[in-house]
Structures are given as structure tokens and as C-alpha cells.
């Protein structure tokens, strides 16, 4: 059984009147309960987030804010609904708000929430083609964590652009961890024939396609790579 409604309603009612002026004041919630309840909100609207129902999804995430407006990771579940939804844009000032301090980049190691906006901000400004933009963050996020998600977004971004030759041992890199998915030998692939290497190219895709048979993007790129 959940407990953590109850202990958030046990932190409220533990809320002592501040004196104002001589008067009894108001009670205030403690910072505890706020964190508490905020934490609530926020998992309540991923739950509808994953049901799709956005337009709750937002009210929850704007009730957590209200009650801790410095969160980032309240901001990121925030913004990254609207990504869901379809609504680039809006997900892209999400971020973009969130990152609006210019000491992020330096807190980008060491804080978790920080270095997901940076990564998230990429992926979206890559739905709206804005790769040069996108590549700014996603380099950034390296700096945070050099995982499977920044380095395959990385090295898309420099596809993208043209640079196939720089993307190529983010993506190596990325074929040493674990677990390693289709996405990531599709555009090593891609990559390797677009900077001149097709034979590797194929190589890489016919493994791609060993442990991902079914999957209808590395059929299409091992296609690709043959007529190339």
C-alpha cells in the first residue's frame, strides 16, 4: 500500500501559524510537504501523460510547479508532455526556459535534471530540424553523461548535418554498451556509408539485422546501403 498521501498530510497538518505584525498568522506548509505533495502531482500526471490524457497531464505538472517553481525536474515532465503531444515548439520554449541560466552548462555534470533538459531540448529542436541547434546541446549532454541517448542523438545530429565522419565513434562508443538497440546500428550504418565506408556500412547493418530481424528501419537502411 502507498503511504506517501498520508505522510504528505501529516507534514501539512504539522504546519505551525507564523506570527505577522503581533497577529496569528496564517499556517504555511512546510517545504517538506510541498516536496511531498509536488512529488504526488507529478507522478499522477506522468500517469496520465501515458494514458495521453495531456490536458490533465499539464494541470498536475503546473500544481507541482506551483508548489516548487525551481524544480527542474517537475519542468522537464512538463515540457516533455508537450513534446508527446506533438507540440515541438511549446516543448522547445519549455526547455529553453529551463535552461535560461547561463550557469547551466556548468551544472550539467552534476545535476541529473539539468543534463535531461539539455539531452531533451536536442531531441526536440531535432523534431523541428534545427540540427545545428540541436547538435549544440546534445554535445553538451555528453558532458553530462556519455549514455546510449546522448550519444546516438549526438551523432544524428551530425548525420544530419552532413558530418557523418564525426558521428561515426560516437556511435562505436555506443555499440559498447549495453543494451545496444536497432536505432543505433541503423545510423552507424547509415553514418559508415555515408563518410565512405560502405563495406563496414553493411557489415554493421547485417549485425543490426541479426538480433533485429522484424525491424522495418534496418531493412529499409540495409536497402539503402546496397543500392548506395
Given at each position: 500500500m502507498n503511504r506517501m498521501p498520508a505522510l504528505c498530510f501529516l507534514l501539512a497538518?504539522?504546519?505551525?501559524?507564523?506570527?505577522?505584525?503581533?497577529?496569528?498568522?496564517?499556517?504555511?506548509?512546510?517545504?517538506?510537504?510541498?516536496?511531498?505533495?509536488?512529488?504526488?502531482?507529478?507522478?499522477?500526471?506522468?500517469?496520465?501523460?501515458?494514458?495521453?490524457?495531456?490536458?490533465?497531464?499539464?494541470?498536475?505538472?503546473?500544481?507541482?510547479?506551483?508548489?516548487?517553481?525551481?524544480?527542474?525536474?517537475?519542468?522537464?515532465?512538463?515540457?516533455?508532455?508537450?513534446?508527446?503531444?506533438?507540440?515541438?515548439?511549446?516543448?522547445?520554449?519549455?526547455?529553453?526556459?529551463?535552461?535560461?541560466?547561463?550557469?547551466?552548462?556548468?551544472?550539467?555534470?552534476?545535476?541529473?535534471?539539468?543534463?535531461?533538459?539539455?539531452?531533451?531540448?536536442?531531441?526536440?529542436?531535432?523534431?523541428?530540424?534545427?540540427?545545428?541547434?540541436?547538435?549544440?546541446?546534445?554535445?553538451?549532454?555528453?558532458?553530462?553523461?556519455?549514455?546510449?541517448?546522448?550519444?546516438y542523438f549526438a551523432a544524428r545530429a551530425y548525420t544530419e548535418l552532413g558530418r557523418?565522419?564525426?558521428?561515426?565513434?560516437?556511435?562505436?562508443?555506443?555499440?559498447?554498451?549495453?543494451?545496444?538497440?536497432?536505432r543505433i546500428y541503423e545510423e552507424l550504418g547509415y553514418a559508415l556509408v555515408c563518410?565512405?565506408?560502405?563495406?563496414?556500412?553493411?557489415?554493421?547493418?547485417?549485425?543490426?539485422?541479426?538480433?533485429?530481424?522484424?525491424?522495418?528501419?534496418?531493412?529499409?537502411?540495409?536497402?539503402?546501403?546496397?543500392?548506395?
Open positions: 497538518a504539522l504546519a505551525v501559524p507564523t506570527a505577522v505584525g503581533g497577529q496569528s498568522g496564517q499556517p504555511q506548509i512546510s517545504e517538506a510537504a510541498r516536496a511531498c505533495f509536488a512529488a504526488l502531482y507529478t507522478a499522477r500526471g506522468a500517469a496520465y501523460r501515458a494514458q495521453r490524457d495531456f490536458a490533465r497531464a499539464l494541470v498536475d505538472f503546473d500544481k507541482a510547479l506551483s508548489l516548487q517553481p525551481d524544480s527542474v525536474p517537475h519542468a522537464n515532465m512538463r515540457a516533455w508532455a508537450f513534446r508527446e503531444m506533438g507540440n515541438f515548439e511549446a516543448a522547445e520554449r519549455a526547455y529553453s526556459q529551463i535552461l535560461q541560466d547561463e550557469s547551466a552548462r556548468e551544472r550539467v555534470a552534476a545535476d541529473r535534471a539539468i543534463w535531461q533538459a539539455f539531452l531533451s531540448r536536442c531531441v526536440v529542436r531535432q523534431d523541428l530540424g534545427w540540427f545545428q541547434l540541436a547538435l549544440g546541446d546534445c554535445v553538451t549532454a555528453l558532458q553530462g553523461s556519455r549514455n546510449s541517448d546522448s550519444l557523418c565522419g564525426e558521428a561515426v565513434p560516437l556511435l562505436d562508443e555506443a555499440l559498447l554498451l549495453e543494451p545496444v538497440t536497432a563518410s565512405g565506408e560502405r563495406q563496414r556500412g553493411v557489415t554493421v547493418l547485417d549485425q543490426g539485422l541479426a538480433l533485429y530481424p522484424d525491424d522495418p528501419d534496418l531493412r529499409r537502411m540495409r536497402q539503402w546501403a546496397a543500392s548506395f
